[in-house]
């Protein structure tokens, strides 16, 4: 189940770009909406697709809730898998916009 | 004027105290329904999860607003989750695509026997109108044997069609209920909440 292909919109690569760019592998939903400037309507499903294409995994924040002081945090990580993926799917928008630049140049 | 001015002024500056203290004090409550709003939408077994994790996310947001707009978005998100799910197990249990594919052959063979019917009915109709014209009485008399039990036997053979294809698909349904996988979600790899 679930290794059907998600859907590449500009939004899922700027999801895929922000996981790239990130130091530390693992970051919170909160922290991608941060870096891609998406609302929580249009990530969290981009989140949960890629999460079913297994592009993504996620895991609970180590902690205790009470002693956290807050909900615990849903870290998300990139699967080798996803990683492949992305390098592909940049590839291709760059030698796209590549060849958009060189027929209008 | 300056005075009436002044008097505005103050107005504006005491009612936009009030009503940002009476947001202040309903944006939690608002946070909350619309957190449980999103959470509604999922199914069971992913509804733990999502409620932790969202609200975590809106805790963090900077701002009553933003948290506001965030739980709202997170409505959204719900809905087109649940409605992502949805798509993928229809796409994948066998009783979807049976129900599909059932529910297009009953609709095609449907509109083949209407229409059967109605071009029986517009030709029979169209002939009597015809010769009524044309030819007179003699030949409406003829053919008027013909008209009545010919609808009659369309009507009759439709209905019938008809009661024969809802009883075998409904047969059919029932069966592949009864074999065919639960009606839980297919994504049986999804992580599972850890307490």
């Not at chain 2, 009436?4 to 909350?32: N, R, T, Y």
């Amino acid at each position: 189940m679930g290794t059907k292909m998600p859907r590449m919109t500009t939004q899922t690569l700027r999801v895929l770009g922000a996981f790239t760019a990130s130091q530390p592998r693992e970051i919170s939903g909160a922290e991608i909406a941060k870096g891609t400037n998406l609302q929580s309507g249009t990530l969290y499903p981009i989140l949960f697709r890629l999460e079913e294409a297994k592009w993504l995994e996620s895991r609970w924040e180590e902690g205790d809730p009470r002693e956290l002081g807050r909900p615990r945090r849903r870290l998300y990580e990139l699967t080798a898998l996803g990683e492949q993926s992305a390098r592909a799917a940049f590839r291709e928008v760059t030698n796209m916009i590549g060849g958009l630049l060189w027929e209008h140049c | 004027m300056g005075a009436l001015l002044i008097a505005i002024g103050i107005a504006s500056a005491v009612s936009s105290q009030v009503l940002a203290d009476e947001f202040k004090a309903w944006a939690p409550w608002l946070i909350k329904k619309f957190v449980a709003f999103a959470i509604r939408r999922l199914p069971e077994m992913h509804r733990e999860r999502y409620e932790e994790e969202w609200t975590c996310f809106v805790a963090e947001i900077p701002g009553d607003i933003g948290k506001v707009l965030a739980a709202v978005g997170l409505g959204c998100a719900g809905i087109k989750i649940a409605f992502e799910l949805n798509k993928n197990k229809q796409a994948l249990t066998t009783n979807g695509s049976k129900n599909k594919k059932s529910s297009l052959v009953v609709r095609i063979i449907i509109f083949n026997m209407a229409a059967v019917c109605l071009l029986d009915a517009v030709l029979v109709y169209g002939l009597r109108h015809f010769c009524q014209i044309e030819n007179g009485y003699r030949i409406q008399q003829k053919l008027s044997p013909i008209i009545v039990p010919n609808l009659v036997l369309c009507s009759v053979l439709f209905f019938a069609a008809l009661a024969i294809f809802a009883f075998f698909f409904s047969w059919l349904d029932n069966r592949a209920r009864g074999k065919g996988p639960s009606d839980g979600i297919i994504s049986t790899d999804f992580k599972p909440h850890e307490h």
